[in-house]
T-cell receptor, first 116, second 110 residues
């Protein structure tokens, strides 16, 4: 079955350390996204990519970095510059197209990062 | 800027009907989406509207009025498993950028 795999599911990090969250999809989707979710809040867009080797900043990109070397993979690095990194991180993907239906998001199960 | 408003919490009774409202003011509009998210899990897609009117999908329906910047999600014949957070999202650009509301936590009681 096609889907999105995020790993690890839970991650603990000490302050000052960088950490990379993995996101892999086998849906053959062109676009991939990273969202952050804090308790009681909606999703905020960190970065997104519509094509290999290209990506754009979302609304809260500071302290994060991404790469898109393969269509299937879109890893997110949470750097030590991110002031408050403890959150639930969701990776998503979609078809790229002009119709709204092409932008329906399919999400991975999420990665919960806790900074100690 | 982008602004999407939803009620924070709602409570309803099993078997009843509930309407979750969403109002939006965004720099662009290419569609409005509803997602369901159970606690600790990933959101799943429910419905979307591009044009004004009602879209029906089984027990779930979604309505859109673009002139009023308003949408609602209607859940019929509520079941206990419908207890979840419901997220309203606006597709701001046709290049895939969506802005989400903070979500409405629905509690279904027996």
């Amino acid at each position: 079955d096609g889907g999105i795999t995020q790993s690890p599911k839970y991650l603990f990090r000490k302050e000052g350390q960088n950490v990379t969250l993995s996101c892999e999809q086998n849906l053959n989707h062109d676009a991939m996204y990273w969202y952050r979710q804090d308790p009681g809040q909606g999703l905020r867009l960190i970065y997104y990519s519509q094509i290999v080797n290209d990506f754009q900043k979302g609304d809260i990109a500071e302290g994060y970095s991404v790469s898109r070397e393969k269509k299937e993979s879109f890893p997110l690095t949470v750097t030590s510059a991110q002031k408050n990194p403890t959150a639930f991180y969701l990776c998503a993907s979609s078809i790229v197209g002009g119709s709204a239906g092409a932008n329906v998001l399919t999400f991975g199960a999420g990665s919960r990062l806790t900074v100690l | 800027g982008q602004n999407i408003d939803q009620p924070t919490e709602m409570t309803a009774t099993e078997g009843a009907i509930v309407q979750i409202n969403c109002t939006y003011q965004t720099s662009g509009f290419n569609g409005l989406f509803w997602y369901q998210q159970h606690a600790g899990e990933a959101p799943t897609f429910l419905s979307y509207n591009v044009l004004d009117g009602l879209e029906e999908k089984g027990r779930f329906s979604s309505f859109l009025s673009r002139s009023k910047g308003y949408s609602y999600l209607l859940l019929k014949e509520l079941q206990m498993k419908d207890s979840a957070s419901y997220l309203c999202a606006v597709l701001v650009t046709n290049a895939g950028k969506s802005t989400f509301g903070d979500g409405t936590t629905l509690t279904v009681k027996p």
